[in-house]
């Protein structure tokens, strides 16, 4: 039997052995592919051009975001679901923790590159490394929020296609820093933040007002930080010295 405890319905019966398979397939496919990708990897970097195209279309995508929340939230309250009556966010204050955590550590890491790679990469870090954890966690829960009549799905649509279109411009922001790269622990850390979501979804994926979704939210909240800054730890050479700066060319840069 499902549970509506918060915003989202649980999962119940063949739904959560079906999700839980998914999870799992997918966690042994992306471990799989730290072990056998040719690590570490830069993605490409974008030009002036691209640059201000990323940047515009993430700051499009929010605020078509706030404006298509807002109108969910209003037309949910007209229909008496109590939007502002559900259980409390507990799991904002690990985000924010962690959020300043990597921002710091990320400066730090890089305060030897200049302060404009430092800082902007911590911004950058900071930025995505949340989304690495919502853009799947989105995806699992969308079709159990509560249905908003008259149409249901056309309301889902409304909230979640501007949410994950803000989650994958704002993971493209990546692109913009020229110390972040693909290391064996960014595919183990999301490979074990995908396990942690297999193991929640055994117990229905609930939101997190009960001990074990809770810690198990949290887990894969911290394993998903952890992804994102697994991207951003500075090379080391054979003899342990970091890495090289790069040359001037290389330095990022405003896209202004």
Same mark, same amino acid.
């Given at each position: 039997? =499902? ?5 989202w319905?649980?999962y119940s ?12 397939? %997918?966690?042994? @496919? @992306? ?18 051009? %691209?640059?201000?195209?990323?940047? =515009?279309?993430w700051?499009? /995508?929010?605020?078509a975001?706030?404006?298509? %929340?807002?109108?969910?939230? $209003? ?10 009556? =559900? ?19 990320v ?5 030897s590159?200049?302060?404009? +790679?430092?800082?902007?990469?911590g911004?950058?870090? /900071?930025?995505? *490394? ?9 995806l @699992? ?11 249901? *799905? #056309? ?10 279109a803000?989650?994958?411009? =704002? ?33 229905? &994926? ?5 001990? @074990? ?6 887990? #894969?909240? +911290? $394993? ?7 991207m &951003? ?5 054979? %003899? ?13 840069? #405003?896209?202004?």
């Open positions: 039997m =499902t549970t509506q405890h918060g915003l319905t649980s019966g063949t739904g959560e052995i079906v999700l839980a398979a998914a999870l799992v397939g %997918a966690a042994a @496919v @992306v471990a799989y592919a730290g072990l056998r990708l040719p690590l570490p990897a830069r993605l490409p970097r974008p030009g002036r051009t %691209a640059k201000v195209c990323m940047i =515009t279309a700051l499009v /995508a929010v605020a975001f706030l404006v298509c %929340a807002s109108l969910y939230v $209003l037309h949910a309250e007209r229909e008496h679901f109590g939007i502002h009556s =559900t259980p409390g966010d507990p799991i904002t204050p690990v985000t924010v923790i962690g959020l300043g955590i990597i921002w710091f550590a400066t730090l890491m890089h305060s590159r200049g302060w404009r +790679i430092a800082l902007g990469s911004l950058i870090a /900071a930025l995505a *490394a949340p989304w690495i954890f919502e853009l799947p966690f989105d @699992v829960i969308m079709t159990r929020t509560a249905p908003i009549p008259p149409d249901p *799905a #056309s309301y889902r649509i409304l909230l979640f296609a501007p949410l994950l803000v989650a994958i411009t =704002t993971l493209a922001v990546l692109t913009l820093s020229p110390v972040m790269r693909l290391t064996r622990p960014t595919f183990w850390c999301f490979a074990a933040m995908l396990a942690v979501f297999a193991v929640w979804s055994l117990d229905g &994926f609930g939101y997190p007002s009960a001990p @074990v979704p809770f810690a198990l939210n949290v887990a #894969s909240k +911290i $394993l998903g930080l952890a992804t994102g800054l697994s &951003f730890v500075p090379e080391r050479s054979e %003899a342990g010295t970091p890495e090289l700066k790069p040359a001037p060319q290389e330095a990022w840069t #405003s896209v202004m």
